[in-house]
């Protein structure tokens, strides 16, 4: 398996690949294909790895900037990160993971977000922080990893892009 940026070829095969990691997934409205075609659209997709296995893609992740209520900048929101599920179990997604936040580290982030299953984000760093809130998610459920030592805290917003019926 190798991880690499997306480029123009890839498009059609990360919109497939991140249909099939989230169909009947129970905590997904199966629109983060429309998510990560949005961000693109609007120019704020930062960070867009795919793994590839044989020459296939296999697997994606997406990292594009988020807002915090007190100013910081440099801060990131990871997501979608899709693998197909023939692929899922083998540490495809913990690689892109770990490239993308090396990624972030390199370009001097101040920091990332999740929101998702803590004990699956928890071995990459992210944790729960009470300072930090996203709204209509349940605390658990949200998580950060600063990535510099520069002090933020506040409601995070992400892009418009993540919610369904943004006309980008």
């Known amino acids: 398996m190798i991880t690499r940026l997306e480029n123009p070829a890839d498009v059609a095969a990360i919109h ?3 249909i099939s990691a989230f ?3 129970p905590h997904s409205d199966q629109t983060e294909h429309l ?3 949005r961000l693109r659209q609007a120019g704020t ?6 793994a590839e296995v044989d020459g296939d893609v296999v697997g994606h992740i997406a990292f594009s900037p988020v807002a915090l209520s007190d100013g910081s900048k440099d801060w990131f929101g990871l997501g979608p990160v899709s693998v197909l599920p023939a692929f899922q179990g083998q ?11 090396d990624m972030l580290r390199h370009q ?15 071995k990459f760093g992210f944790r729960n922080d009470p300072q930090f809130a996203l709204k209509d998610c349940a605390p658990q459920y949200f998580l950060v990893q600063p990535l510099s030592s520069n002090p933020a ?3 995070v917003t992400f892009h418009p892009a993540f919610y369904a019926g943004v006309d980008q």
Do not use: E, N, W
């Open 91 to 101: 540490g495809i997604g913990g690689a892109l993971i770990r490239r993308g936040l």
């Open 35 to 37: 998510i990560v075609d």
């Open 45 to 50: 997709l930062s960070i867009s790895l795919i």
């Open 23 to 25: 169909k009947g997934h």
């Open 16 to 18: 497939d690949v991140t």
């Open 108 to 122: 001097a982030a101040a920091g990332c977000v999740v929101m998702g299953d803590p004990d699956f984000y928890q």
């Open 153 to 155: 805290s506040g409601i």
